[in-house]
Each structure stands twice: as C-alpha cells, then as structure tokens.
C-alpha cells in the first residue's frame, strides 16, 4: 500500500459555520486555498480542529468533496470520529468514495464505550478490512490512550501506517519514535514543540497550529530537514507562547477567534461551543502581537 504522500506538513482544515450552525462551504474553500499557497503536503478535514466529532458524514463528505474541487492532486486524510466501529466504517467508507487519500481515525472516546487492547485491535482490523486505505492512528484520547507497544501491534494491519501522537506530550512522540523504529510513521501533535519533535525524528506533523501558521510551519519543517536547525528553532520559539495563548478548552473557537484577527474569516463554532472570554480574547491578542504577527 502506498503511502509516501503521507510526510511532511498535513494541515488540518477549520470547519467554518454559519450562524445557524450550517457548514459554511464558501469560507472552507477560502481557508483551503490559504492552505494550498502554503505549500502544505497534504489537507487534512474532521479533525479535532475541523470539529470532527460534531459533524455528520454528509458535512465531512461536503468537505472533502471542496478540497477535491480547489486542488484535484493534493493528498486528503479523513479525519474519522466515531464511537462505534460500525459508524467509523460508514465514515470512512463516504470519505473513500468522496476522494480521501488516507483516514485519520481516533479510538473510541466515549468513556463506557472504551475497549481493552484487543477491542481497539478489532477496531482498526475491522475499518481497515471494509476500506483499503492507509489508516493514521489518531492518539489524543486520554481514557483509550493507544500505547507504543500496541501501536507496533497495530503495525501488523496492513492499512495502519501510523500514528498521530497528540497525548502525552513530546515523550510520548518520542516514544512511539523509538518503539516503531521504521516500521511505522509518527506524526506530531505538539504544537508548541513542533521542531523539537522534528528534531527528535517525527515523520512531520498534523497539528492545530499547522492551521493558524502554515506557511512558517512549511518553513519550520523545510528548514529543519535542510539541517539549519537553529533558524527552525527561532521559528517555534516566535509561535511558542501564541499558541500557549490559544491552547485550551473549547480550542475550536479560540483557533477561530485568533484567525479573525488574522483577517481570515472562518465563521463560527459549531454550538455548544459559542463562547470565548473577554480575558481569552485579549491574551491571544496580546501573543500574536508581541510575536510580530499583528502590527
């Protein structure tokens, strides 16, 4: 199975809503386009920052379909929410026949729901089984945390190709890093380390922050694989506290809020989520100012 295209900067895609909540295609294709002028790898919808979780398979599909239509040829990994494994199939098969190259796929997170190892084993054997495509672990759930030794387990599925290493911080990437040796890809969810997890050898990153600032991102990881570390280094330490500021509860809206006041227009949260503090607001604001962002 090939899975190259899989490297690199794979940015995940906002869901923009309207105020009615409905999915707003027209600020999406905006935000795919900013995306694409920063020479990302890959695109990367129905994430956590894309809001996944609260989206049905028909918005997804709308979301992928408007990545096909913008850029025919650039690479698009699903991200799959699901808290069954017969919802996660119906997902990933609606991803696959609406032009997904690669599946994101999150365990099971609803707390009574959550497998032991074989369950999740079963999880990712079944999906793979119904839909022949490369399949990235998407390891952010802290109550079904996919550990390094089951990770290399998981290796031996055919379409699990990697794994998205959000809990657990810049240890747990390194881990995952030296438990799979070669034998699978680890990808960065760091966001305010991401040379640091590039240092320390992650495949690159699909990260929040690749959203708010993917052209210095694109550039963090060109400098960092052309050996001018240090010029890598003051590049994360520019996004270190505005990402610091942004971090947190609810981080969809505040993702949304920090890009409004970088003239990128990406509509509301998806309800319940409708509310940022005075206080959140103003700290973001302070951090991208004090970082050169906003003049």
Known sequence: ?????????????????????????????????????????????????????????????????????VDKDIPVVAGIIRNSTKAAIQTAVASKQSGADALMITPVSY?????????????????????DLPIVIYNVVPQNTINAPLFCRLLKIKQVVGIKQSVGGIQAMYEMRRYSGTEGKVFSATDDMLYSTFDLGADGAISAILTVFPSECVQMWNLTKAGRQQEALALQNRMYFVWQAIAGNQFPIRIKY???????????ARSPIWHISDDDKKRIKEALYTAGFLR
């Open 111 to 131: 707390n009574v729901l959550v497998p032991d190892e074989e369950g999740n084993f079963r999880f990712y054997e079944e999906i793979g089984s119904h839909v």
């Open 1 to 69: 199975m090939n899975h190259d295209f899989l490297k690199g900067i794979i940015a995940p895609l906002v869901t923009p809503f309207d105020s009615e909540g409905n999915v707003d295609l027209i600020r999406a294709k905006k935000e795919i386009e900013i995306l694409l002028d920063a020479n990302v790898d890959a695109i990367s919808p129905g994430g956590s920052t894309g809001e996944g979780a609260a989206l049905t398979d028909d918005e997804l599909v709308s979301l992928i379909r408007t990545i096909r239509s």
């Open 258 to 268: 920090a890009l409004s006041l970088l003239g990128r227009d990406c509509g509301c």
